[in-house]
């Protein structure tokens, strides 16, 4: 016998346990507290994910999520369009978006290259950002990529792209080095040794 | 200007920050994930929740969460009918069952009474239980409340409601003494004075 006294109950716990994260006992209690609400509120809970599934589109410029063909930032008027900033996925740029010192637009790539998990440049969306360079108008080509490994080598990769490409471009990437607020003392080793080769000059 | 790039992305979080002790930043990123799945995968998801509100039963005898009118527990002949044990909600039930160590029925209860948060003994599957005593067959109720005040005050409840009606029957609540495999030392001074206050035979 199944240890749930109900097979619609377990799907519905299959399904809950097979977000990221969501472990058989959490996802029950989420279940659970669904089938509490009025069956509106089940309704919405549903609709949203399939809706959003069928509805959202990704924008024709920069491939960030979207309710329209060009999205909010691509199509706006006060943002410098001659300065892109390239970062792995949606998250990035609401991240970006939130610390309020970024006015240019972005190139969501969808992923970053990762010979481990059989992600290539073909993959993510490399080809699109270099035709966007290649048109002229861009002036500097922010690398804002995860600071790991993989996030390396797709920064090089896109870097011999665009130098293939002969577009006289600046390319330039975030600045790495002891997080603002931390102590020396529990800064990992590499990340303060290259905060000393790296250093920027003291402007008093 | 929302912090997301599309409303209908924003809608989907915001169902899924609903549930219980997830925040928005988890939200985003289990909604982002079920975007990445198939439109089927996200179809059968959403739907896995819509069919158990609308489908799901509960058992007209013990009013678990069933399939059938009667469940599984309740209709079948290898459960001693003679004994119910009376817990708060469904995953009590089941973790009951997993111990193995039960071969009754059961009696939920759907919530304990709560002044604070305004549940009476109506708007909890309390009348039914009496009912169920009431036709004589029962020789024992177990009481498997929660160890809290409210459990208390329910358990006296129920005791008395039993009383009232007139019935024979055993009334016996499990077992409150030091978790098995704890330290007396990290054992909380109630339970431990409790433990002592009500010790049992030896059986060496």
Redesign the interface.
Known sequence: ?S???????E??V???A?????GRR?A????????R?S?EE????????????????YCCECH????TER???CSSTRRDHTTICVVE???D??SI??TGQYNGVYHVLGGIISPMEGVGPKDIEIDSLIERIAKGEVQEVILALPTTMEGDTTNFYIYRRIQNAGVEVKISQIARGVAVGNQLEYTDEITLGRSIINRTEFKG
Chains 1, 2 share one sequence.
């Open positions: 016998m240890d749930y006294p109900s097979i619609i109950l799907q519905a299959n399904q809950m097979s977000l990221p994260g969501i959490t029950l209690r989420l279940v659970l507290h669904l089938l609400q069956d089940v309704e919405a809970f549903s609709a949203a994910f399939t809706r959003l599934k069928h509805d959202v589109i960030n999520i979207s309710d999205c909010s930032i996925n949606v998250q740029v609401m978006e939130n």
